[in-house]
């Protein structure tokens, strides 16, 4: 199912996927497919594995769907995901059970992405930015936006 708005944008795409094991196949199809059009053939592993990485972890810990937006701006995709959980994600906390958790937002720093996490009134949205093009400095494609 898509989430329209009422005029089209064709820098962003929002998709409501159901709680399944199947959401992050079919996020990852729909986020390679979205950037080869949109981007014209940018660089979309890196933002494929985020998406992917992002949408399990809704599975994996919320009971609800999610929504995955994605936003290109100016050489910068914007990932996001929304879900109804409040719980913000942790780097590397302890879960009740003495196992680690938080590698999959390792994962997605060490391909570069920024993490915001913007908590809401019965939920989160989870923001990604990746830097699609190369920036002036000669840095590759797909590292960390420069900060201000």
Not at 5 to 13: G, I, K, S, Y
Not at 93 to 109: K, N, Q, S
Request: include cysteine; charged fraction near 20%; aromatic fraction near 2%.
């Amino acid at each position: 199912m898509t989430v329209t708005d009422l005029a089209p944008d064709p820098t962003r795409h929002a998709v409501a996927l159901p709680r399944g094991r199947h959401s992050p196949a079919v996020a990852r199809r729909i986020t390679a497919r979205w950037l080869a059009v949109t981007t014209g053939g940018a660089p979309a592993a890196d933002a494929v594995t985020i998406v992917s990485e992002l949408v399990t972890n809704t599975v994996r810990h919320t009971r609800g769907s999610c929504v995955l937006t994605l936003t290109v701006r100016a050489g910068l995709l914007d990932i996001a995901v929304a879900d109804d959980s409040e719980a913000l994600p942790e780097l590397h906390r302890r879960t009740a059970g003495g196992e680690r958790g938080g590698f999959g937002l390792e994962i997605v720093r060490g391909l570069g992405g920024v993490i915001t996490v913007v908590p809401r009134l019965g939920g989160k949205t989870v923001h990604v930015a990746l830097r699609l093009t190369a920036p002036a400095d000669g840095a590759p494609a797909g590292g960390a936006p420069a900060r201000g």
